[in-house]
């Protein structure tokens, strides 16, 4: 066998290597994409649970502070009221004055309205935070339901890819055995060449 022939033949055994070396090579990686997006779906389903859980708790959260600032103005519709029953009340003590014994209920119901009035105050202080804070906690309501349909998308989209990946697998695979099998062709073309100049010129390959 001549030398050229020689490296021919090994130009074509690295060759058929590198086509088999490529066909597996594109198959343990399409394997690791695979993988990996795999467990970027799990995280992702995980990531979608827990976004869920916190937005169904916020929108609680966000009845729970209605609720508390509905409560928070009827209590202090209720204390107003009793105030007024208690000056009432003691307008009719002030007729009967000249009864010493009501002396003292005046003073206690007296007490009782300061009391009432100062509760009244936290009140509505309690009730001016509760509705300063209900917008800002829409707008996180709103944004936190928002996540969870975030994610579906983020899911799709990996679950797509991994779909794809598979297909692309193929493709790959195609590429390399083409190219194996033009490079094959040139070698195969180059000794036709080889030949024909050696018949041609009727001169040995050295």
């Known amino acids: 066998m001549t030398r050229s022939r020689l490296l021919a033949w090994l130009a074509a055994v690295l060759i058929a290597g590198s086509v088999v070396a490529g066909w ?68 009719l003590l002030d007729v009967a004055s000249f009864i010493g014994s009501v002396d003292n209920l005046t003073e206690s119901l007296k007490t009782a309205e300061v009391t009432i009035a100062r509760v009244e105050i936290d009140l509505a202080e309690a009730s001016g935070a509760v509705d300063e804070a209900a917008p800002v906690l829409e707008k996180t309501v709103a944004s936190l339901q928002k996540i969870p349909t975030d994610l579906d998308q983020s899911i799709a989209a990996v679950r797509s890819s991994a779909s794809r990946v598979g297909q692309q697998v193929w493709l790959w695979r195609l590429a390399v055995s083409a190219g194996g099998a033009a490079l094959l062709v040139m070698l195969a073309l180059i000794g036709d060449v080889r030949r024909a100049v050696r018949t041609h010129t009727g001169g040995a390959q050295p």
């Open 24 to 91: 597996i090579a594109v198959g343990r990686v399409a394997s690791a994409t695979k993988r990996g997006l795999s467990q970027t779906e799990v995280s992702l389903a995980s990531a979608r649970d827990l976004a869920a859980d916190t937005a169904e708790s916020a929108g609680e959260l966000q009845r729970l502070v209605a609720l508390i600032g509905e409560g928070l103005g009827k209590t202090a519709d209720a204390l107003a009221a009793t105030r007024q029953v208690s000056t009432s009340v003691r307008g």
